[in-house]
């Protein structure tokens, strides 16, 4: 019997590469730490006479300011500073990585990642990294019965399926392949070429890179449990397990994966990476140029399409589960990154860099369609 697919291998790169980032996190603050406490172990004592007039000056301030009633010193404040970025969890990777004169540095380079915008936080790291535990713990546990509970299509399900659905089962293998292949590059572009190659290494700005990277995993992640969960408790039965019980012999007829119909994981999937791409893009220069920037974000969409056609022609899901998982992921990939991080007055307009308004175009002997609209 071919190969399948497998849920599990989704979660599996998914927390190997949030590990990776979170490791490359870690490193360079224990480094800077350790510098720290080698230049303070290194550092010449006071002489006598010093430390006497450092001890007289301490004396002479008002108690007010030891209070807090004035202020804080100026020994105090680069502590203040620390407290604040706190929370984020790359500040300690952003002060590693840049060079002396960091404000000068942001100024060159082409990707910022604005002030205003709220930063990869602790609580999110926690928060992903526990869903992700869950995903995993969902596939090695036991989970619950394979009994479906949802047979057959809903609404033009049907129509759509004997529309589409390739005739051979060579053709719709081939179909589950390529459809593979397109999510895994969808899912790749906003975290490989996005955040990695273009801000990382294109632009040097490896601050903004892992913001970007981040968001995005946090992305899959919050996708990955929805989707689980839904399939749990609908229990759809994918349509060619239906064609199974009617008397298709079909290598794929004992699957394990017959009730995971609803909704579409690789619609899912595929979306999310589109909608992270259009994010990405549309609220920074990635690729420092509009017009490609708007064509990753039309090209990203357009493969997602694809994913989902492909899964419809190789008869694994119907056509409403390919909309509610495309719905998922648009909404895991730009609404939720957009709420926590993107939105706000420092965030430039969103306008769509392609907009197309369909209309229907009739007269005494036409009876048509017609588009308008700015590119």
């Known amino acids: 019997m071919p190969a399948r697919a497998r849920p599990l291998a989704p979660i599996v790169w998914i927390a190997l590469s949030l590990a990776c980032l979170q490791a490359l996190a870690w490193l360079p603050a224990r480094a800077h730490a350790q510098a720290t406490e080698g230049e303070a172990e290194t550092r010449a004592p006071q002489s006598a006479s010093e430390a006497v007039e450092a001890a007289g000056a301490a004396s002479t301030e008002p108690a007010a300011a030891y209070e807090g009633e004035t202020g804080e010193s100026e020994r105090e404040r680069p502590e203040v500073a620390e407290d604040a970025r706190g929370e984020d969890v790359m500040a300690a990777l952003t002060d590693a990585l840049d060079e002396p004169g960091l404000e000068e540095d942001r100024e060159q380079h082409r990707v910022q990642w604005r002030d205003e915008w709220p930063r990869y936080s602790f609580d999110e790291a926690v928060l992903t990294v526990g869903l992700g535990a869950l995903l995993v713990a969902s596939e090695l546990l036991p989970n619950s019965s394979f009994t479906p509970n949802w047979r057959g299509g809903l609404l033009f399900d049907e129509g759509v399926r004997s529309g589409l659905r390739l005739n051979t089962f060579a053709e719709r293998d081939n179909a589950r392949i390529a459809a593979d292949v397109l999510m895994w590059v969808n899912m790749a572009f906003p975290v490989v070429v996005d955040a990695f190659l273009a801000v990382g290494i294109g632009d040097g700005n490896w601050d903004a890179a ?76 990635v690729l420092g140029d509009v017009g490609w920037d708007s064509t990753a974000c039309v090209s990203a969409t357009l493969l997602a399409t694809a994913v989902g056609m492909l899964r419809v022609m190789s008869d694994h899901e119907y056509l409403t589960d390919v909309l509610t998982g495309a719905a998922v992921g648009w909404l895991s990939g730009y609404i939720i990154p957009w709420l926590l991080h993107y939105q706000g007055g420092a965030r430039p307009e969103l306008r769509a860099p392609i907009a197309v308004i369909p209309a229907p175009m009739i007269s005494d002997d036409t009876l048509g369609l017609t588009a308008a609209g700015w590119f």
């Not at 994966?257 to 994981?265: D, E, H, K, L, V």
């Not at 999937?269 to 920074?284: D, E, P, R, V």
């Open 210 to 285: 892992f913001q970007m990277g981040l968001i995005s995993i946090e992305a899959y992640v919050v996708s990955l449990v929805v989707w689980r969960v839904t399939s749990l408790l609908a229990r759809r039965q994918r349509p060619l397990d239906t064609a199974c019980e009617a008397g298709d012999t079909s290598p794929h007829c004992d699957s394990r994966f017959a009730t995971q119909s609803f909704f579409s994981n690789h619609a899912a999937n595929a979306f999310t990476g589109a909608a992270l791409t259009c994010l990405h893009h549309s609220a920074m220069p």
